[in-house]
């Protein structure tokens, strides 16, 4: 690596990571959140664990339709203005949640409902958000580096947990303060950040290489000539338009692949704070527990990210995380031992957080231009409807067995078939080389 290609490189990262990061801290904590508020709000508004699965759940169904339009329409207008748009509306709807009791009163849908239709109106808010990221990190990051990048962006998801769960347990502990319950202020309060970065992401954010006048003029060069030489090597092995990326079959079977990384994901994520709770630990105390595991595993997924790029080998990085995480979820159904299960916990989290980026090389390393930007936002929109069935189907086998065990199961079993696709699928390493390397 020259010494030009290592100044741009960490001139991007200083200006670019950090910033996005804290954005999907703030968007994450605004999607999860619930976990922690249900401790006490599904008391305090009538919800029994399978209405709450499902209006966790119903975010994604509502995300899973306007995914696709969401990251064309950031395609077409620059991820300036789309992605601050997107802030702007999800931290309104958030804060709404606080206040859906008398939302249910004045429109006569009840608590139950409301609660149903703020999460969908949040699905849609956030749509296109995460999946424009991505795409818009393929925009300034050459192949060879986007495990280690993908991974720190998404190291902000489990950052969030070990720094969100402790803060809502304590934010939890404010019932009573100017008349509303503690889950109440976890809502306002987590909504209010999203709004002042949907203003500084208007202004600070720059849309494309061409465009960066903070990089010096062969920075810029460097980048554009770099990027454009990757483009044309994987458009010469993989043309393809918008429509094609939306039904190839890779892009179809990656999203089944997701699919199975992202029930882990919400399937403990939703519900671990109850699970947690049921350790006899106070608000606090079990926010502080949960956040364990997912510390560990911010610190994984980036070293792993790392070690992938080294060799650019993808498919079996991804099923071993993905094995890890089938492997975690299921040993933490053996045991009614507070320590070991969160021992088992923390496992299968480490494993989701190794997996995902993985994951995200593999569709970026054959598609380019505005059919990446689609068929990124079919893997995400089609993956995240396991953010749906995951937190339903623990939701509805608890109210039935009277336990979580079967549900994490079905987790475990999903990973294992990921696992088994993106064997299946392989990759392309030469599609990820620097153009001329492979000859």
């Given amino acids: 690596m020259d010494e030009l290609e290592q100044r741009t490189i960490r001139k991007v990262s200083a200006r670019l990571i950090p910033f996005l990061m804290l954005c999907y801290f703030i968007a994450y904590l605004d999607r999860v959140n619930v976990g922690f508020a249900a401790i006490t709000m599904n008391k305090d508004i009538g919800l029994t664990a399978t209405m709450f699965g499902f209006g966790s759940g119903i975010f994604f169904l509502a995300y899973f339709f306007f995914e696709v339009p969401s990251n064309l329409f950031l395609n077409r207008f620059g991820a300036r203005k789309w992605i601050a748009r997107i802030m702007v509306t999800w931290g309104i709807v958030s804060g709404l949640v606080a206040f859906v009791v008398p939302i249910g009163r004045v429109t006569g849908l009840g608590n139950e409902y409301s609660f149903y239709l703020l999460r969908i109106l949040l699905g849609l808010a956030e749509a296109g958000f995460f999946p424009g990221i991505i795409f818009y990190l393929t925009l300034w990051y050459p192949s060879a580096y986007r495990a280690r990048i993908i991974g720190m962006f998404m190291a902000a998801i489990p950052i969030s947990s070990v720094i969100g769960a402790p803060v809502s347990g304590a934010v939890l502990g404010m019932d009573g303060l100017g008349g509303l319950a503690g889950w109440q202020w976890l809502f306002i309060i987590e909504a209010v950040p999203s709004l002042v970065l949907a203003v500084v992401t208007f202004s600070y954010l720059t849309d494309r290489p061409a465009e960066a006048t903070w990089l010096a003029e062969d920075e810029r060069a460097w980048l554009d000539v770099r990027l454009q030489a ?6 010469a092995v993989h043309a393809m338009s918008v429509w094609q990326a ?93 320590l070991l299960m969160m021992v088992a916990f923390t496992l299968g989290t480490v494993g989701v957080f190794a997996a995902l980026p993985m ?13 990446a930007a689609a068929g990124i936002a079919v893997i995400n929109s089609v993956g995240n409807l396991a953010g749906f069935v995951g937190p339903f189907a623990m939701g509805w086998i608890k109210d039935a067995t009277g336990s979580f065990s079967g549900g994490l199961l079905l987790i475990a079993a999903l990973a294992v078939v990921s696992l088994v696709i993106v064997l299946v699928l392989g990759h392309d390493r030469t599609l990820e080389q620097v153009p001329g390397a492979a000859e």
Avoid: C
């Fill in 359 to 371: 994951i995200w090389t593999l569709p970026t390393a054959v598609l380019s231009g505005a059919s």
């Fill in 230 to 235: 990757e483009r044309a090597q994987r458009e």
């Fill in 246 to 338: 939306i039904f190839h079959i890779k892009v179809w079977a990656l999203s089944f692949v997701y699919f199975g990384a992202v029930a882990g994901l919400y399937g403990v994520q939703f519900w671990l704070p109850q699970i947690v709770k049921a350790f006899g630990l106070t608000n606090f105390g079990t926010g502080v527990v949960v956040a364990l595991p997912f510390a560990v595993a911010s610190v994984a997924m980036v070293y792993y990210g790392r070690h992938s790029d080294k060799t650019l080998e993808r498919p079996r990085h991804s099923a071993v995380a993905l094995g890890v995480v089938a492997l975690g979820i299921a040993a933490a159904t053996l045991t009614s031992d507070p």
